[in-house]
């Protein structure tokens, strides 16, 4: 994407631990215009792993699309295997009460939520 | 038991004589009046107003206001016998230590001495407030019976406790009225006399300016006195106490004390904004202490949320107390917020209940919140004040780092989460309003340059003034303030006590 196409978009109002560290890219990184259609994107099976994480896909979208609107850029792609990585075998809750203990933290809309959630949740809303 | 004396009754012009004059009779005068209490040396007490309410004597309290929106300056207190306390609301916690220290990182903080100086004078000034035992985050000792802790993870907020002034020993009964409460006590004290409807206008020094020579009194409809005393407190709150040392300029023409311009400055309150934060607890139960003052051990509790000590330091945040309010309900978002994070927890959210939280904040000492003179004049000729106040965003942001800190140490306890409701400043202006807290405005340092009292609360240079209250403070703390400057101020009792000896 050049920087043309790129439009200006609110940095993340907090970030505790930082969407940052989990590679969240700034060059070639998704802007909310590009959402717009990797809304409409068919069923990816490629990220099912992920997204069978979450109870409430409904719930997770709403809270997605606040997360991507305050954080602007985010590539499914790049936070998926760091994503994996960062919960390997282990069981959700676990890799919740991590970030909550190592202050992996985001704010969505003044919500403060663990990391892992707010990104699966903007992974469940980009991903349809 | 002789009756108080009523200045409308002395003849006009009489000079009247005391070894100590004490300015203002609200918890500071009259805490200190009780501690003199048999000293062998002659105290007056002189009070602007009379036992009641009075509009006249009240309209001498009115002043105008620039800056931030803030209360009228003859709104936030009250002008006869007993002061501020005539309507108060009781609410009761010790400084803590940090208050007391010079921090780095915080310009101007810093008081002359440690807590601990003061800490000897708590449980006097406790009985004076009527506040039960001492115990406060000693609490912790018999929680079981103030109900269930919300737990918290480890982390920088811990679970603080304010204590209740009563004046009875029931929650509903009002806090101590200082005036009422203690008038017979002071009516019965040998060495004293009460003047009531005596508005000190004037401070008059010696011609070398180093001494205090007499006091000028003025009545209202009319007459004047003078009484010259050994030595003098101001005590008529942290508005009055600047006003009177900036407009006795007769023969320091910037006014006593006012030699380096610092007399007026650093005016303080607690901000208190509402609906801060919303807690989400995810099992719904809140206990009781939380919401409201309840009844245990002799004293009257409710627990709120504090930054500690360690976290404070480690993240440069000023000191605040978090009160949960009421119950609120969320929109759609909130609930997928809620419903979302205890399912990643892997808990029951579905009895989730939401509050609002509110809070007292601590501000950063600022000198161009002042107090100054104007040309307007009252009703017995003195200037008004014009208040400047200030708000610094980052008083705003210290206090969302602490609730901030508050939903991750939830999230660890798996009890709940956080929104931070107001991110803007003018989100936090929109819901602010402020504890009638008035601090700072002659602050306490031992360098004249930065202060306009010294450690013992002398006026610098001024050899027999002295001023008490909370005006005196030179950072504020997050802790409301009358028990603790009546703990300084019987401190201050024991330093005249031995200036007379
Ligand atoms: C609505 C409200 C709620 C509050 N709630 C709390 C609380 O919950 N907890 C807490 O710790 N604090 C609270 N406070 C603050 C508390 O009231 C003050 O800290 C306390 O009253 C200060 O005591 P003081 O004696 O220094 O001053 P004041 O109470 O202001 O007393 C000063 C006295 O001096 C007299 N005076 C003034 N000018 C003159 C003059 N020129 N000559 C002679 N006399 C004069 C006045 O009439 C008055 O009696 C509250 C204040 C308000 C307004």
Not at chain 2, 107 to 124: H, L, M, Q
Not at chain 2, 241 to 256: C, F, P
Request: with cysteine; net charge neutral.
């Amino acid at each position: 994407m050049s920087e043309k196409e790129k439009i200006s978009i609110p940095r993340r109002r907090l970030v505790i631990g930082g969407l940052a560290a989990l590679g969240v890219g700034v060059m070639g990184a998704y802007t909310l215009q590009t959402l717009g259609f990797m809304y409409r994107r068919p069923h990816n099976k490629q990220y099912d792993d992920l997204l069978s994480l979450i109870w409430n896909r409904e719930n997770a979208e709403r809270i997605g699309v606040i997360v991507l609107d305050e954080d602007g850029q985010f590539e499914p792609w790049t936070v998926a295997p760091q994503l994996r990585r960062r919960i390997g075998k282990r069981k959700l809750p676990e890799v919740i009460l991590e970030d909550a203990k190592q202050g992996r933290l985001v704010e969505a809309r003044g919500w403060v939520i663990p990391e892992t959630l707010a990104l699966l949740s903007a992974l469940s809303a980009v991903i349809r | 038991m002789p009756a108080f004396l009523d200045a409308r009754s002395v003849p006009a012009d009489t000079v009247l004589e005391t070894d100590l004059a004490i300015v203002g009779g609200g918890p500071a005068g009259i805490s200190l009046a009780l501690a003199l209490a048999g000293a062998p040396f002659k105290v007056t007490l002189l009070e602007s107003g009379g036992l009641t309410f009075d509009d006249k004597t009240q309209a001498l309290y009115a002043g105008t206001q620039t800056g931030v929106p803030y209360l009228a300056l003859n709104g936030s207190r009250l002008r006869y016998f007993g002061g501020s306390s005539n309507h108060w609301g009781g609410w009761t916690r010790p400084l803590d230590e940090s208050d007391f220290q010079k921090r780095d990182w915080l310009p101007y903080s810093g008081w002359p001495f440690a807590r601990k100086e003061i800490e000897a004078y708590f449980p006097r000034a406790q009985e004076l407030v009527e506040a039960g035992p001492f115990l406060y985050d000693e609490t912790m000792v018999f929680s079981d019976e103030l109900g269930r802790t919300i737990p918290l993870g480890d982390g920088g907020v811990y679970t603080s406790y304010f204590q209740f002034s009563k004046w009875k020993d029931n929650v509903d009964d009002l806090p101590t009225h200082f005036g009422q409460r203690y008038a017979e006590d002071l009516k019965r004290t040998p060495n004293l006399n009460v003047m009531l409807h005596a508005n000190i206008t004037g401070l008059r020094l010696a011609p070398n300016a180093k001494t205090l020579d007499h006091l000028d009194i003025a009545v209202l409809g009319g007459g004047s006195l003078k009484l010259k005393a050994k030595h003098a407190v101001l005590a008529c709150g942290a508005i009055e106490n600047a006003r009177l040392l900036l407009a006795s300029n007769d023969v320091m023409k910037t006014g006593v004390g006012n030699q380096n311009d610092m007399v007026g400055r650093f005016f303080a309150d607690h901000p208190i904004p509402r609906d801060t934060a919303t807690m989400v607890l995810f099992d719904g139960a809140i206990p009781s202490f939380y919401l409201a003052a309840q009844t245990a051990h002799g004293a009257i509790f409710r627990k709120t949320f504090s930054p500690t000590e360690e976290f404070k330091r480690k993240n440069m945040v000023l000191g605040s107390l978090t009160t949960v309010e009421n119950s609120v309900s969320l929109d759609a978002t909130g609930r997928a917020m809620v419903a979302a994070t205890a399912d990643a927890l892997g808990i029951d959210g579905r009895n989730a209940k939401a509050f609002s939280l509110g809070c007292g904040m601590e501000m950063a000492p600022d000198p161009d919140r002042r107090l100054t003179l104007t040309t307007e004049k009252d009703a017995l000729g003195l200037p008004r004040l014009k208040l400047h106040m200030t708000i610094a965003d980052s008083d705003f942001a210290h206090y969302r780092d602490t609730m901030k800190e508050l939903g991750r140490q939830l999230l660890l306890a798996k009890s709940g989460l956080i929104r931070l409701n107001q991110a803007s400043r003018k989100e936090w202006l929109s819901v602010m309003d402020w504890g009638s807290h008035h601090l700072g405005t002659t602050r306490m340092h031992a360098d004249p340059k930065n202060g306009v009292v010294d450690a013992n609360q002398q006026v610098h240079g001024v050899a027999n003034l002295f001023v008490a209250g909370s005006s005196v403070f030179p950072t504020y703390g997050s802790s409301n303030p009358t028990m603790n400057l009546i703990a300084l101020t019987l401190r201050l009792g024991d330093h005249i006590k031995s200036l007379f000896a």
